[in-house]
């Protein structure tokens, strides 16, 4: 509004999140359940089919992540030759998307002692998988994933922490549906939406993340996790404090969650599920997006 404001009509610029269709991103397997206890409403913003949460059945739910991690691993085995260390009752942490440099692909390595530790942490075990690409043209991108791709490749990734090379679609989609929690950390607030914790949301990640872009709208305080945002004068310093935070957020919130108890994931994770998808469901499909440009823009300039 600022930029345009001498434009005509440009005091009235507005915006609307993006939405995702929804029976592309989610798992078939998991599609069936939904469509089984939600009807098949459930891709069309339906509020009324979200509700339904509840009927999914506890063995559903551990039955289709488990599937999920598990087709993971093996696309990790097809593309890098083995899966390593990975199991399919790990809790289990993606990140894929561009490595622009404000989505911080990195900073989870701010630490690599305490990143470390949590990796070799046999009593709550974790396995990080990581995939993306950066533009040719960005030689600081590249460096972020040549970074990224250095750790996954030592000793101290123990074999629990993976980069999958070639990302496209249906890497994405295989992630989406085997990823427990989806990590996003981009600098605030640079995100303009970020399309792909909305994907994950439907296969039933919980979204730990920056409160930027769709996010900042969503997150109610339990139907997922936020990175707090530093107010340090310089970026390093940023950086510091808000990786410092993801990991106090992870060893003191995530971890204890997933394995409290003999369940993988927990009951108590499973809850928190249930309220993600009820919450996140109706709001984050293309569907949504498509009637809100409906009812705020295309309506009143037809009447207009």
Known sequence: RKMFAEVPGGSQITSVTNGVHARTWVANDLQEVFDAALGEAWGDHSVEAWDRVAEISDADVIGTRTAGRQRLIDLVTHRIGHA????PDVLTIGFARRFATYKRADLLLSDLDRLTAFIRDEDRPIQFVFAGKAHPADKAGKEILHRVLHFAKSAAANGRFVFIPDYQMAVARTMYAGCDVWLNNPIRPNEACGTSGEKSALNGGLNFSVLDGWWDECYDGDN???IETSHAPTQPARNIEEAAWLYRVLDTEILP???????????????????AWTSLGPYVTAGRMVAEYDERLYRPERAS
């Open 224 to 226: 997922g996790w936020m």
């Open 257 to 275: 969650l997933f394995y409290s108890d003999g369940a993988r994931p927990s009951a108590a994770w499973i809850s928190k599920m249930r309220h």
């Open 84 to 87: 390593h260390d990975l199991a």
